[in-house]
């Protein structure tokens, strides 16, 4: 991808990268990993590096290995060879395209679950409503999941991920099938509880626009077996982001047309 698409005025608040991106400092690497599924290869000799501290988007069409991959890094499948450097004795939680909440515990209750047992249940208490009240879940601490709206259980969901004392959210395409005004407002959410800690966070998604408004870091994948097509670094803070802004539009007809050469091959796991 070519840094004259940017514009001058922008050149500080983004910034256009592939080999230039320092690997030194990205801590989480991924060597030579290799994966397949049925007799069709997703994965050959791949490799990723990964910034920690930071979100990344990990784009890519729907079926090329999104999904698998993120399962391979939260040790859920094992790769069927390669390395995995920087994720030893890391604590994953997740947030899942459905919400996963228990549904027979409130939300307060949900998010007092993944708490630390050993804070007193006043603490937990006061951790948990301070969760609620980032994302604005206000006056629903003792309702149950069955009577929430998608967006709310999602955005239970969000809390509960924080609550967890983990070192890296992975999130497998969590806003899929939201509203576009819906997902803007789960991103902000999300974004002013990141800025408070700041974990690591690898979210995959196939949608541009949740990739442009939410991530710091955003690699595309091709189709299997999967190759990094390219990347970029976006400086600007997620969730102070609008799709309108000119230099956004730009990025969103490159990344589409990357998105558009990839060929996915039906496959069946």
């Known amino acids: 991808m070519e840094g004259s698409i940017m514009t001058k005025s922008k ?3 983004l910034q256009m990268e592939n080999s230039k991106i320092d690997r030194l400092q990205m801590g ?20 990723l590096s990964l910034a920690e ?34 994720f030893d004795g890391k604590i994953f939680s997740y947030i899942f395209q459905e919400p996963r909440l228990l549904p027979w515990k409130t939300v307060r209750g949900n998010i007092e679950f993944v708490l630390d047992s050993n ?25 149950y999941p069955s009577q929430l ?10 809390a509960r991920a924080f609550a967890c004392h983990s070192d890296i959210i992975l999130m497998d395409e969590p806003l899929n099938g939201l509203d576009f005004s819906l997902k803007q407002n789960m991103i902000k959410w999300f974004s002013q509880i990141w800025k408070e ?42 969730g102070e982001r609008s799709p309108e802004e000119p230099h956004l539009k730009e990025l969103k007809q490159t990344l589409e047309k990357h998105l558009s050469l990839a060929k996915v091959p039906h496959i069946t796991f």
């Open 11 to 13: 050149a500080d608040n």
């Open 28 to 47: 989480l690497q991924i060597n030579d990993l290799n994966k397949s599924f049925n007799g069709v290869t997703l994965f050959k000799d791949f490799n």
């Open 53 to 86: 501290s930071t979100i990344t988007c990990i784009l890519g069409p729907s079926g090329c290995g999104k999904s698998t991959l993120l399962n391979i890094i939260g040790k859920v499948i094992p790769p069927d060879s390669g390395s995995l450097v920087g």
């Open 119 to 143: 804070l007193s249940p006043s603490s937990r208490r006061r951790e948990a409503d301070r969760l609620i009240n980032n994302v604005q879940l206000d006056g629903f601490a003792n309702y």
């Open 149 to 158: 709206s998608g967006g709310m259980r999602q955005r239970v969901s969000i």
């Open 197 to 238: 800690d700041r974990r690591t966070v690898i979210f995959v998604t196939h949608n541009v626009d949740e990739a442009l408004l939410l991530g710091n870091e955003i690699v595309v994948l091709s189709e299997p077996p999967v190759s990094t097509l390219t990347r970029l670094t976006i400086q600007e803070p997620s």
